[in-house]
């Protein structure tokens, strides 16, 4: 049985813009002849509320390796706010996660030095509480190990998260709980997400990517879709 949904991010210091900016970003990988990205110029702050979309194959995972300087432009520059700090969410994060200890020991083996009770509140913040942060991680379903995966991003205080498809374990109402929880986030957030409800709780502003290039478009939903059925009717 699913606990009750509830996720609570971090009280962070929103900081003063700029506090992301690509400029004249292109990247290709060594060896290949194929440019990923080409001219990006994108920006982003302690406000926006991004969703990255376009098809498989066209740079979302690339363009956030980037954002996140885990790759380097082949030419261009990526500038950061000095204090920002980043929390990322993947779906292998869930799947790499220490699976032979309980939630609590993972936290302990992930920080070392903290207070039990501290880990013990991280993960309550998550709604993984009680008896359920002493199980083995292993004996855990998806969505609950999708609330442990979440708590350790945020044991760093993060002010700005960047999240790839984090609902692909969570049910109905943990996702509007993640909706909610990001709504309140005095951070930046960054979303690539195929699920029209959280995109729809969330997303202020589209970077849409394709043929080499990332446009970003005000608005939400309705306007990805918009975009989508001229891209079919072309």
Known sequence: KEIESVLKFPEVDSLQPPVLTLDEVDFKYPNTERIILKNVCLGANSESR??????????????????????????????????LKFGYFSQHHVDQLEMNVNCVEL?????????IEEDR????????????????????????????????????????LVLDEPTNHLDIETIEALGKAVNKFSGGVILV?????LIR???????????????????????YRRIIEAEIDA
């Open 121 to 160: 509140r991280q993960l309550g913040s998550f709604g993984v509480s009680g008896d359920l942060a002493l199980q083995v991680v292993a004996s855990l379903s998806g969505g609950q190990k999708s609330r442990v995966a979440f708590s350790k991003m945020c044991m760093a205080n993060p002010n700005f």
């Open 201 to 223: 709780m969330i997303c202020k502003e589209l970077w849409v990517c394709g043929n080499g290039t990332v446009k970003s478009v005000e608005g939400g939903f309705d306007e």
């Open 50 to 83: 991004i969703c990255i979309v376009g098809e498989n194959g066209q740079g979302k995972t690339t363009l956030l390796k980037i954002i996140m300087g885990m790759l380097s432009p082949t030419s261009g520059f990526v500038r950061h706010h000095r204090g």
């Open 193 to 197: 997400s195929h699920d029209e409800r």
């Open 107 to 115: 936290m302990q083996h992930e920080f070392p030095g903290k207070p």
